[in-house]
Structures are given as structure tokens and as C-alpha cells.
């Protein structure tokens, strides 16, 4: 008696909640006056029976229906945390963006925030140390807890790591689609057949340094392991140590560029190893003779785009070398348009070749890239919606600009002001071209 009791009280509550419909159904039936004979109470009673078995069948052990997202995704027009850590472009386009204290998926307009959950289906952790997209555009996210995945269909989803570590400093995402995690003295590789990260190279931080970095070459048959005081090459396949180079000075930050040079800085010095012939490269004369930069530690070393290397110095000053015209040059913090305040640690080129600087107070900017005589130093919010589809320079350093619908621009860098000249016709322009008398055409 007390089971049904029960039952009952569970029918009336859910097929009070959640099936109105059926209960009210049920009552207009039920209370409709109809002879007890004839043909019309008979489908009365068809109806009755119908509608009782659907309400008992609707308390079966169901749960009230919530949104497809069970866990809500905080949507805010600002960072979960000011201290950026890492950067990463999906493959729809959209910039997810590590902190100090939760993820945070950027679509142009505002940021959805994930932090650390309690379950397997979030963030193991909510200090954000790499970011990564492998080949089948799922997103890796590295945590001082551990590793999830991100992928469109089943969301976030941790993956097991079978380290004594816990903390991820670096994700690596070959070509070939393996994905492979730096745990500053473990290196791990995902095994397909686990479904975990196995460890491979337990002990590849030699020098104990905490500073290591591991670098995929361009044909990816090796691994490059940069510690404090050597440079170590791995076989992929194996995971055994092919040989092992010493540095010529103490690293305390390294980077590979596109072309397979391996960057590295500390302690007032600076050397390039090259992986494709094995050995140290001298370093550019541009850069040894100037000795106000010589003189002062590099904090970091980023490649901005192809052509050019970029340094931020402890003194919070920023150089970049120009491969192409050889060329040493101070940045001045309003080439970036940031603030003095903009404490810049890093530096990540996305796919639109735009650069994202990553601040240790102030979240993150995004300018254009810094390429020698095409970087501009224009804000694009200075040109509101136009849409600029090319742009010349004449002989005295002026930016000339066509838009699509708005007409030209003209924009000085030396004074940094941006202008529109008045033209007689300027339906469409496609391409300015301004000749050596300074002739606009």
C-alpha cells in the first residue's frame, strides 16, 4: 500500500508538472456528462484509458527535461582572469584564450568562461599553461592539474595521464595527428590504444632547470629538447637520445622558428642553434653590435610573423630583427598602441597573421603584424566598418588604403593620423597606385 501511495503521489506530481496537456485532456473527458450508453461513451472511455496509460507511463523513473548544456557556459564581455597564459585559434575561427584562472572561448563579441569541475567532463584545473589544436581541429587545453580535449560534438572531456606529474607546461600536435605533453622533467605521448598519455622519456629535463621547452623539427622525425645548459635531439618513433649539444651560455628562454632555428637567451647572452645542419649559427651582426640590447637579459624571444624575431628585455623594453633587410630596431610602446602599464610576456601569431600580446595584468591587444616597413601601427577601429581591400605607399612614407564601399584613406605613420581625401569619383576603387612624382592613380 505504501509502494502505491508512493507511485501515486509520484503520478501526480510529474503529470502535474510536466504533462499539463495530458491532465487537462484527461479532466475535460473525464467530466464530460455522456449517457452510459451508446456509441459516444464508449470512445469516452477509449479516451480515458489512453490518456490514464500515458500519464502513468510519464512517471517511469523520468527527470524533469533541462537544456541541452547541463553544466552553463558563463558568457561575460570580459576576461575570467587579466593574466593571459596562452593563446589558440580553433578551426571555426574563434580565439580560445588561457588565464591565470579559467579558459575563455573568444568569438569576437564576448567570452564563454570554463573553469575547473568537480567531474571528468571539465577543466581539470583552472590555471591554463598551454593551448594547443591537433589535427582534427579538437582543442587540447593543459592545466597544473592535468590535460582535457574540447571537441564540438561531446564537449570537454579529461584525458588520464600516467606521469608522477600532474602539471602540463607544453602540448605538442604533430601532423601526423599524435598529440604529445611536456611535464617539465616527463615527456608523454597519447597512446591510442589507452587512451591515456603514457610516459616515454621520464627524465628529459637533465639539467633540472624548469625552463626546458620541447620543439617538433619541420619534417617532425625528431624531438628537440631545450634545457639550461644543452640541446638534446630524440627520435620520435623511439623516443631514444640521438646526441646532445651544449649551449655556449646559461637559457633561460628559447623558441623555434619556421625555419628550424633554434633562439635562445639568458644572462646577457644570445646564440642560434640550426637543426638542419647540426650546429651554432653566428649570430646576426645587426644584433652583436648593438650593445645597448647585448647588455640587457631577454626576457622571452617570439617569431612575430615569418621575417621577423621579436624580444622583449627585462627592463620591459621590445626589440625586433628584420631577417630579410638585416635590420636591428627598437618597437616603442606606441608602435603596439599599449599602454605603459601593459606588462607583455608573450606574443602568438594567429592564423589572420594578426599578433596577440598576452599581459601579465591587463588580459591581451591584438595588432597587425610587425613586419619591417608594412607593419603600420593602425588601429583598425580608427577606420570603423570599412572594409580595406588593398593598400600602397608612396614616396613619403604615407599609407594610401582602398575600401570597398567607403573610398581611400590616407594615413600618415609618422604623425599617426589617419585622413580622406576628397575625390571627384570613387564608386569602387580596387587597387591605388602612386607613381614616382607622387601621382595618385
Known amino acids: 500500500m505504501i509502494i502505491l501511495l508512493l507511485y501515486a503521489k509520484k503520478a501526480i506530481i510529474y503529470g502535474i508538472f510536466l504533462y499539463p496537456r495530458i491532465i487537462l485532456c484527461f479532466l475535460v473527458v473525464r467530466l464530460q456528462p455522456l449517457p452510459k450508453n451508446g456509441y459516444f461513451y464508449n470512445v469516452k472511455r477509449l479516451v480515458y484509458i489512453v490518456l490514464s496509460s500515458l500519464a502513468i507511463l510519464s512517471c517511469g523513473g523520468h527527470r524533469p527535461v533541462f537544456p541541452e548544456n547541463r553544466k552553463p557556459v558563463l558568457v561575460s564581455d570580459r576576461l575570467s582572469n587579466p593574466s593571459v597564459t596562452a593563446f589558440c585559434t580553433d578551426a571555426l575561427g ?9 579558459l575563455n572561448r573568444f568569438n569576437g563579441y564576448d567570452y564563454h568562461q570554463y573553469s575547473f569541475s568537480n567531474d571528468t567532463l571539465g577543466l581539470p584545473g583552472n590555471y591554463i599553461s598551454d593551448i594547443a589544436l591537433d589535427r582534427s581541429g579538437r582543442i587540447w587545453v593543459g592545466t597544473e592539474d592535468g590535460v582535457a580535449v574540447f571537441s564540438e560534438n561531446t564537449g570537454f572531456r579529461r584525458i588520464p595521464v600516467h606521469s608522477k606529474e600532474k602539471a602540463v607546461s607544453q602540448i605538442l600536435c604533430g601532423k601526423d595527428g599524435k598529440v604529445y605533453l611536456s611535464m617539465m622533467e616527463d615527456f608523454c605521448v597519447l597512446d591510442s590504444l589507452t587512451g591515456a598519455f603514457e610516459s616515454r622519456i621520464p627524465k628529459i629535463d637533465r639539467c633540472h632547470s624548469y625552463c626546458q621547452r620541447c620543439y617538433l623539427d619541420e619534417n617532425e622525425y625528431h624531438l628537440w629538447s631545450v634545457a639550461s645548459l644543452e640541446i ?69 624571444i617570439a617569431e612575430a610573423d615569418s621575417s621577423t624575431v621579436l624580444f622583449k628585455t627585462s627592463e620591459g623594453q621590445l626589440y625586433c630583427y628584420l631577417r630579410e633587410e638585416e635590420t636591428m630596431m627598437e618597437v616603442p610602446p606606441s608602435m603596439f598602441r599599449i599602454p605603459p602599464s601593459f606588462a607583455l610576456k608573450s606574443v602568438y601569431l594567429d592564423s589572420s597573421h594578426r599578433l596577440w600580446l598576452a599581459s601579465d595584468n591587463n588580459g591581451f591587444a591584438v595588432r597587425p603584424p610587425l613586419s619591417g616597413s608594412n607593419y603600420y601601427g593602425l588601429d583598425s577601429g580608427e577606420l570603423g566598418s570599412a572594409s580595406i581591400v588593398s593598400a600602397s605607399r608612396d614616396s613619403k612614407g604615407n599609407i594610401w588604403l582602398a575600401s570597398l564601399h567607403d573610398g581611400l584613406f590616407r594615413y600618415d605613420p609618422h604623425s599617426g593620423t589617419l585622413s580622406k581625401p576628397r575625390l571627384s569619383h570613387h564608386s569602387y576603387i580596387e587597387n591605388p597606385i602612386i607613381s614616382t612624382a607622387t601621382i595618385l592613380w
Open 94 to 102: 574563434r580565439m580560445w584564450i588561457g588565464t591565470e584562472r579559467g
Open 232 to 300: 638534446t635531439r630524440y627520435n620520435l618513433e623511439t623516443f631514444e637520445c640521438i646526441d646532445t649539444c651544449r649551449t655556449s651560455h646559461f637559457v633561460a628562454t628559447s623558441t623555434m622558428l619556421t625555419n628550424g632555428e633554434i633562439w635562445m637567451a639568458g644572462r646577457n647572452a644570445i646564440s642560434v642553434f640550426d637543426t638542419r645542419t647540426l650546429s651554432m649559427k653566428p649570430l646576426p651582426e645587426a644584433i652583436r653590435s648593438n650593445k645597448t640590447f647585448m647588455r640587457q637579459d631577454i626576457e622571452f
